[in-house]
């Protein structure tokens, strides 16, 4: 009894310590809980003719902790990451649990702030910079964060860093992150119907070099990536935009780099119905990222560019085939044109069908070429549809769903070493999202 006490004591005197602060500041607690059933064949890659589709039901529930006061503000998200069945249902622990954010914000002054800590670095397209909340686990970074906020001019300076273990206590490291240093530059103007930003990234890996008497020798190599996210212009219902990546400097190979990444859209939108927002979207352009040739032995750069830390799930056909967990990176690069339209019901719910044309941007070999004949292959890759719909049901409550399907040309599954792999490839999902109070009700889509 008396430990009972002891606890209810307690209780009483964390709840009147969370009711002060609360009189003096805002203190949240938000969830977000995503549940994804996939029935998928040939996600990624093209399948195998022969084999049952698969079926899995993955989960994250995420709890986010805030506190906001005139001067600062400080988040914490605690995300569970699992696939339904991975564990049994009388599991003493498991490994699924982990920190996705943990920062805090101070006001320097008005226009100024520091944020420092684990966060999201989430910009404009998400096409270099985004969480990848897609992915159950998305992303984040350990980094200090500059911000500057004027009335037409916003900017990010930051520093992001990776410790290994064998910096300071000489063990084996490892972590497979993507840098060791980075730094890096944001700026963002809007004025009227035009608006424009820039980026800057520095890159910065170990790269350790072996003499022949065995000794191992450390040095950094610097990877550049500069562009223009955005540069666009509304003039009634249509909207012209344009972006631009250009990488230099050399890769975790050691390879120079020379490659780009550069897209241009035309989107209009119409509203039928102002009172209920009933309105229709489309959206046409192309993407372009350079490769690297399979044939021109002459060059020696790297020109496959590579979108390191985007949303890259939204932007080449959401059944990722390309630059998704690491898919035709360092290869012939992309050429995607597209048309997408999106029809609005409401504020509530949407229906959108997506098509994407895939050409390879440099030559692929063919290795049924004889010696001194050297023959390329054609260089279409693939067609993909993706229709999906959404559709808020509450305030906490929204349900995405969405059916895909690829046609693989020959020169893709020669790329993929492929030879007896499926034509057309199918993927489709059914999501419950939970996110109550959360103006973003669905995820994973580009617009």
Same mark, same amino acid.
């Given at each position: 009894?008396?430990?009972?006490? /002891?606890?209810?004591i307690s209780l009483v005197i964390i709840y ?25 064949? $040939? ?25 906001? +006061?005139? +001067? ?36 320097l002054s008005k226009r100024f702030s520091l ?50 273990? +064998?910096? #300071? ?5 490892? @972590? ?12 963002? &103007? ?6 424009? =930003? ?29 562009? *223009? ?51 229709? &979207? ?7 990222? =350079? ?11 790297n020109n496959s560019f590579t979108p390191m830390?985007?949303?890259? /799930? ?13 898919? /035709?990176?360092? =290869? #012939? ?30 030559? *692929?070999?063919? +290795? ?5 004949? *050297? ?11 993706? @229709? ?15 059916? =895909? ?20 490839? /199918? ?16 995820? $994973?889509?580009?617009?």
């Amino acid at each position: 009894m008396k430990r009972i006490f /002891h606890i209810r004591i307690s209780l009483v005197i964390i709840y009147l310590f969370m009711l002060k602060q609360y009189a003096i500041a805002q203190f949240t607690i938000n969830v977000d809980v995503l549940q994804r059933a996939e029935v998928l064949k $040939g996600y990624g890659t093209p399948a195998m003719a022969k084999g049952e589709p698969d079926f899995l039901i993955g989960q994250r529930a995420r709890l986010e902790f805030g506190l906001k +006061k005139e +001067k600062y503000q400080i988040h914490i998200a605690v995300q569970d990451i699992r696939r339904w069945g991975t564990n049994p249902s009388v599991a003493l622990t498991d490994n699924f649990l982990g920190i996705h954010e943990a920062w805090g914000e101070f006001n320097l002054s008005k226009r100024f702030s520091l944020k420092t800590g684990r966060q999201e670095l989430d910009f404009d397209n998400a096409r270099f910079l985004g969480n990848v909340d897609w992915v159950l686990q998305a992303r984040s970074h350990d980094a200090i964060m500059f911000k500057m906020n004027y009335d037409k001019i916003s900017g990010q300076a930051g520093f992001a860093y990776n410790f290994q273990l +064998k910096d #300071v206590f000489g063990m084996p490291n490892s @972590l497979t992150n993507p840098y060791k240093i980075a730094q890096f530059l944001r700026l963002e &103007s809007k004025v009227k119907n035009f608006s424009i =930003s820039g980026i800057f990234w520095n890159n910065a890996v170990t790269f350790e070099t072996i003499a022949p008497d065995s000794t191992i020798t450390e040095s950094y190599k610097h990877m550049q990536t500069f562009g *223009i996210p955005n540069i666009s212009y509304t003039f009634k219902d249509f909207t012209f935009a344009a972006s631009f990546y250009y990488q230099l400097g050399r890769n975790k190979k050691n390879q120079p780099m020379n490659a780009y990444n550069v897209g241009v859209d035309v989107n209009y939108t119409h509203v039928f119905n102002d009172s209920i927002k009933n309105r229709i &979207s489309i959206s046409l352009g192309i993407d372009l990222l =350079s490769g690297t040739s399979q044939i021109d032995s002459s060059n020696s750069y790297n020109n496959s560019f590579t979108p390191m830390f985007g949303t890259n /799930h939204r932007h080449n056909g959401y059944m990722d085939y390309f630059y998704v967990g690491g898919r /035709h990176e360092n =290869s #012939v690069g992309l050429h995607d044109f597209y048309l997408r339209a999106k029809y609005d019901f409401n504020t509530r719910g949407f229906i959108s069908l997506n098509q994407h044309f895939f050409r390879a941007a440099a030559a *692929i070999y063919d +290795k049924n070429s004889l010696p001194g004949d *050297i023959k390329t292959l054609s260089g279409n890759l693939g067609y993909e549809l993706d @229709l999906t719909g959404g559709f808020v049901i509450n305030d906490a409550f929204s349900v995405q769903a969405s059916y =895909s399907m690829m046609y693989a040309m020959q020169s893709l599954k020669e790329l993929r070493s492929l030879s007896v792999a499926m034509d057309v490839n /199918h993927w489709g999902y059914v999501m419950l999202i939970i996110r109550p109070g959360k103006q973003k009700k669905f995820t $994973g889509l580009k617009f």
